[in-house]
């Protein structure tokens, strides 16, 4: 079972509303990542999460928050957004090893597409 | 850091016909390369990868072949099929020293006509 859930599939706030995203994934993987996918684009990198610490943050704006709950979970807190934030937000889970250099499959999930009005 | 380059942007082809879709990249110490293909309103689905030991990875009507010395690596896919009509994209895995990151290429629509 290579399965990540995500949940609402969409979501339309407006600029002032708090909102989370949420992603699951029971393959005991240790390492989650948040990415974000504009139109026709390739998924960007936001936030990567391994052994439940935030490991890499690729200088996403604050009105983003991520959170690992646990080894299973990974929220992304949504506050102040603007319409440019309207995207489809992607969850992935992977194997991790403490051991620099090596890699592993991710696995995606379905995806929220958001909207910001 | 790394920079994956994909080509073509869209390919059409007919059925039963091959596609092949190529990728460059810039970093030698990148050692893992996923391919995924995407369907509209879907997430990215890995349909097949090659790590840097090896040349040539086959799965049915799927493969991938790595070139080091040049940087280069493609997907064939052999006798398309509807079906596989989506958006794929390579990646390379770029090491952080703390946990995995991939480099996406910028995508290849593929149509496959009747």
């Known amino acids: 079972d290579t399965e990540v859930t995500q949940t609402p599939k969409h979501l339309v706030m407006g600029m002032t509303n708090k909102k989370s995203l949420k992603c699951e994934q029971h393959?005991?993987?240790?390492?989650m990542y948040w990415y974000k996918q504009k139109a026709k684009k390739p998924p960007e990198l936001m936030f990567v999460?391994?052994?439940?610490?935030?490991?890499i943050n690729e200088s996403v704006p604050s009105r983003f928050s991520p959170e690992c709950p646990n080894s299973s979970l990974l929220n992304l807190h949504l506050h102040a957004l603007q319409p440019e934030d309207s995207a489809l937000y992607l969850c992935?889970?992977?194997?991790?090893?403490?051991?620099?250099?090596?890699?592993?499959?991710?696995?995606f999930g379905p995806g929220t597409r958001l909207t910001v009005t | 850091g790394e920079n994956v380059e994909q080509h073509p942007s869209t390919l059409s082809v007919q059925e039963g016909d091959s596609a092949v879709i190529k990728c460059t990249y810039s970093?030698?110490?990148?050692?893992?390369f996923p391919w995924y293909k995407q369907e509209l309103g879907k997430g990215p689905q890995l349909i097949i990868d090659?790590?840097?030991?090896?040349g040539e990875k086959k799965d049915q009507r799927i493969a991938v072949t790595l070139n080091k010395t040049a940087k280069h690596f493609s997907l064939h896919i052999t006798e398309t099929q509807p079906e596989d009509s989506a958006v794929y994209f390579c990646?390379?895995?770029?090491?952080?020293?703390?946990?995995?990151?991939?480099?996406f290429g910028t995508g290849t629509r593929l149509q496959v006509t009747l």
């Open positions: 992935a889970s992977s194997q991790e090893s403490l051991t620099s250099g090596t890699s592993y499959e991710q696995y």
């Open positions: 393959m005991g993987h240790r390492a």
């Open positions: 090659i790590r840097s030991n090896v």
């Open positions: 990646a390379a895995f770029a090491n952080t020293g703390t946990a995995s990151k991939l480099t």
């Open positions: 999460y391994s052994y439940e610490k935030l490991s």
């Open positions: 970093d030698s110490a990148s050692n893992y």
